[in-house]
């Protein structure tokens, strides 16, 4: 089962515009992970937030984690055609040794 | 380019077949795990090894098993092989043995298609 579940499953808006995901998990977690996916590729990286942390910043992108509710949100401002992607949630999961991912949200930015 | 090499990109096989998939990790990655991906179960993590001793266990078929070598590439054996086999398995890589640490770099994967 995935620890992990991205909120909405797709969200489709126009280039210039804020798009943002959430992400709810269900243990405790020392960190949560956001990755992107584009069609059939490998996974990137995108930002990492520990769970001592609120919030964090990486260019165009803010991550929220709030742990009393066990939930985190991506925010990708001035979105480009080029984000166009599926954005992942992955968390340890408390165990440390195996990153478990969420199912992901569909992102379609309409240029 | 992350620096994780997956092989090979894509394979078609038959059921009941064997095949075995390579990752070479990023260097200096002592650290590797395997996913399969899944239109229905989405990203499943598989196993992973840290300098060539197995770590971690999650949703692995008995069918299918893995190793990591003294170069620190691994291999990811798939037996059997039945037609929901049929994914996206990536590798990825990170330096330490646990995720607490760090993020994970991913290969570009290799498609198995099972007919």
């Known amino acids: 089962s995935q620890q992990g579940e991205e909120d909405p499953q797709a969200l489709s808006i126009q280039e210039g515009e804020n798009a943002t995901m959430n992400c709810s998990y269900k243990?405790?977690?020392?960190?949560l992970q956001w990755y992107r996916q584009n069609s059939g590729r490998g996974l990137v990286h995108l930002i990492l937030?520990?769970?001592?942390?609120r919030e964090k910043h990486s260019g165009r992108l803010r991550v929220t984690l709030d742990t009393s509710k066990k939930s985190s949100s991506l925010l990708i401002t001035a979105s480009r055609a080029a984000d166009t992607a599926s954005y992942f949630c992955?968390?340890?999961?408390?165990?440390?040794?195996?990153?478990?991912f969420g199912a992901g949200t569909i992102l379609r930015v309409k240029s | 380019d992350s620096g994780v090499t997956q092989t090979p990109k894509h394979l078609i096989t038959a059921t009941g077949q064997r095949v075995t998939l390579r990752c070479s990790p990023r260097?200096?990655?002592?650290?590797v795990y395997w996913y399969q991906q899944s239109l229905d179960q989405g990203l499943q993590f598989l196993i992973q090894?840290?300098?060539?001793?197995?770590?971690a266990k999650g949703n692995i078929l008995e069918r299918f098993s893995a190793q990591q070598f003294p170069d620190l590439h691994s291999e990811l054996n798939l037996s059997s092989l039945e037609l929901g086999d049929s994914a996206l398995y990536f590798c990825?890589?990170?330096?330490?043995?646990?995720?607490?640490?760090?993020?994970?770099?991913f290969g570009e994967g290799s498609r198995l298609t099972v007919l």
């Open positions: 990825a890589s990170s330096v330490r043995g646990t995720v607490n640490t760090g993020e994970l770099f």
């Open positions: 260097s200096g990655d002592l650290s």
């Open positions: 992955a968390t340890d999961a408390g165990y440390g040794n195996k990153l478990v």
């Open positions: 090894y840290y300098n060539g001793e197995e770590r």
């Open positions: 937030i520990r769970s001592n942390e």
């Open positions: 243990t405790s977690i020392n960190n």
